[in-house]
């Protein structure tokens, strides 16, 4: 196994990274089992830059349009009463834990914007019945905070 890093150009956003169209060296083994199999990164080649280009454009174009729909998504999310419903055992402890996708769903059905469960960050695994606070990043430059309801059904 060789330590050596990756140089890797990012498709999507990932915490901590980077944006669509940056250039990043990472470890190998992140790389290649996590990050060019999940569709956030591919490799770097010389022929590349082209391909840098039009995913930057791209991203530019989104977010001049996107911004204004963050904010008015983070407005939206700070006023919604999220609740989620699941099972649980004796002394609130759930079965498993409330998953991103649960809670994605949840605001759906609370009315609320549709969410990519991959923007919503969840610092620790929700595991008991109770009020949650979770992030959601929306764009690069707004983030809104949500509190979610879990309760026994």
Known sequence: MSGKPMKLI????????????????????????????RSLAMPWTRGSEQQIE???????????????????????LS????????RAGQGGRLFGSVSTSDIAAAVRHAGGPELDR???EVPNPIKTIGSHRVAVRLHPEVSATLDVEVTAS
């Open 79 to 86: 006023g919604l009463k999220v609740r989620l419903q699941t």
């Open 54 to 76: 039009m995913i930057k454009r791209g991203r530019a174009a989104r977010e001049i349009r996107s911004l204004d729909d963050a904010r008015e998504a983070a407005t939206r």
């Open 118 to 120: 991959r923007k919503i």
């Open 10 to 37: 990012l498709t999507q956003e990932v915490t901590g990274l980077g944006a669509p169209g940056d250039v990043v060296e990472v470890k190998a083994g992140y790389g290649r089992n996590y990050l060019v199999p």
